[in-house]
């Protein structure tokens, strides 16, 4: 998984952290679904209070990573009576970030980059937001166990980073620290023409119908940086499966089967 998330197998928890009603503040998050139970838990690490406004705003970013909402069970049901087996093995719903935003940064990353130089630049862009908060990242070296080493692991690298936080950087600072290449003016970019209302994400999320999602795709493709992958892979996150993202991996692992 990219980070911030940390997959926890020995607890079956996802564990990264999530932001606050300030968009500046972050709270380390576990989410785990127990087995024989209905509910999901959701714990906050390292505080004895959360407003209501804050858990309003934490349940909100579990409920989109998970896709629990009216539109994804009706997508879910439609997705189970075309392919059975799926339903069976209890498989349909695909995990997305906490935000939209993320999601189009991780697309970019995607994009013309083996998976494990993904990886190692999203978790530049967490351990930059670490820092840009004023912290020193420590290294883990004596951990007690799995789980305790996760949480040390989330909390040393910071959350992944919004708009708000990238577009105060300057390409270069942003190329170098995080070994972004190219792909640092394109994200410095896309955070410019969020903060400015350029690019308005809330009507992403908004857009319900295939004439609504096919004018974000012709939008997206008209910027430098967002080719047919990285626009189908956003319109996926969003909920619009029409557009299949494909790439060269994609291919190569097709004629691999």
Known sequence: MMAPNVWIPSTKTLQRPLRLADPYTSILTSISHPDNENAIHVRLHDTEYISPNDQRVILEQVARMLRISDRDERDVKQFHQIQPEAKNKCFGRIFRSPSIFEDMVKSILLCNAPWRRTLDMAQALCELQFELKGHKRKRVTNPRSKAKNSADEVQSIGNFPNSMELNILDEETLKKRCNLGYRAKI???????????????QNFE???????????????????????????????????????PTDSETFRHVKEV
């Open 187 to 201: 994200i410095l970019e896309l955070a410019t023409s969020i903060e400015n209302g350029e690019v308005k994400l």
């Open 206 to 244: 908004k857009a319900l119908d295939a004439e609504s999602m096919e004018k974000i795709y012709d939008m997206l493709n008209k910027k430098k940086g967002f080719g047919p992958f990285a626009c189908a892979n956003i319109l996926m996150c969003i909920g619009y499966y029409q557009r299949i």
